[in-house]
């Protein structure tokens, strides 16, 4: 069964870093694809960053140079580091996992996990 948990998540002022952690059971991180989703009240969920186990990576626009994706196989986790925060990157990020591209479309993955909330305030 697998499993996926997000950890690192909480409130920052605007400019502020957050480094969010996802870690896997039943699962191997550098087997397909991985990606970090998030949805903030009242908005669809969106693809914010992906990344595939040749080390190839999808950004989505508003957090391109801002956020950075990476994977460490040996720990089986996923890490979002997201730097120069703003209010609008408020919401709860998921990791999702199971996608033969670096897609940011919801439907390209088959496991998720439950969230962790990211607040950032002006």
């Known amino acids: 069964q697998v499993q996926l948990v997000e950890s690192g998540g909480g409130s920052v002022q605007a400019g502020g870093s957050l480094r969010l952690s996802c870690t896997a059971s039943?699962?191997?991180?550098?087997?397909?694809?991985m990606g970090w989703f998030r949805q903030a009240p009242a908005r669809e969920r969106e693809g914010v960053a992906s990344?595939?186990?040749?080390?190839?990576?999808n950004y989505a626009y508003s957090v391109n140079g801002r956020f950075t994706i990476s994977q460490d196989n040996a720990k089986n986790a996923l890490y979002l580091q997201m730097n120069s925060l703003q209010p609008e990157d408020t919401a709860i990020y998921s990791c999702?996992?199971?996608?033969?591209?670096?897609?940011?479309?919801?439907?390209?993955?088959?496991?998720w996990g439950q969230g962790t909330q990211v607040t950032v305030s002006s």
């Open positions: 999702a996992a199971g996608s033969v591209v670096p897609s940011l479309r919801i439907t390209a993955y088959n496991y």
């Open positions: 039943g699962y191997t991180t550098g087997s397909y694809c």
């Open positions: 990344i595939c186990r040749d080390g190839g990576t």
